[in-house]
């Protein structure tokens, strides 16, 4: 892949916003040795939670799709700040993700989904990574979704 991680997902008409602060007493970004992981990132712009429900009640699959992406794109931010930027990523290893689901939803991964493509989207094949997708009763805020990404990096 000749375009910079940056450039990719300026195609897709997004950029990487700043690196959410931790809302409790946890990091919200972890590095030891090679590896990194996230804590658990919301769909947030800035302070504000922007899909809040369940998906399959309040919130349509597509939304949650929309949701898993800028979670995601919050946790690419985490992973920036800790590896010294994208470029400094190997890998993506493994995306952990909660779906805040109403009775009998039980399109996870098409949710999830949202934020996996975009992961192979930046990284072409160095973005192909272990996952879980679960659905859940409730997420902190009332978000749809939650998610948690690990990266080796350089």
């Known amino acids: 892949m000749s375009q910079t991680i940056a450039e990719r997902l300026q195609d897709l008409g ?5 690196a959410p602060e931790a809302v409790g007493a946890y990091v919200p970004v ?3 040795g090679n590896l990194i ?3 658990g990132q919301l769909p947030t712009i800035g302070k504000e939670l922007t899909f809040q429900g ?3 009640q ?8 929309n949701a898993a992406q800028l979670a995601c794109l919050n946790a690419l931010a985490q992973l920036d700040k800790a590896a010294g930027g994208l470029e ?5 290893i493994r995306l ?5 689901s109403a009775d009998g939803f039980t399109e996870q991964p098409y949710v999830m989904n949202g934020a996996s493509e975009l992961l192979i989207h930046l990284f072409g094949d160095h973005g192909r990574h272990t ?18 990404l690990w990266a080796e990096v350089a």
Not at 14 to 18: F, G, I, M, V
Not at 58 to 65: F, I, P, S, V
Not at 96 to 100: P, S, Y
């Open 96 to 100: 952990e993700g909660f779906v805040q």
């Open 88 to 92: 400094n990523i190997v890998r993506i």
């Open 37 to 39: 992981m996230t804590s």
């Open 54 to 56: 369940k998906v399959g």
């Open 58 to 65: 309040q919130l349509t699959k597509e939304d949650g799709r």
């Open 30 to 32: 972890l590095r030891t």
């Open 14 to 18: 997004l950029e990487l916003p700043h």
């Open 131 to 148: 996952r879980f997708a679960v659905g859940c009763n409730e997420l902190p805020l009332n978000a749809a979704v939650e998610l948690a």
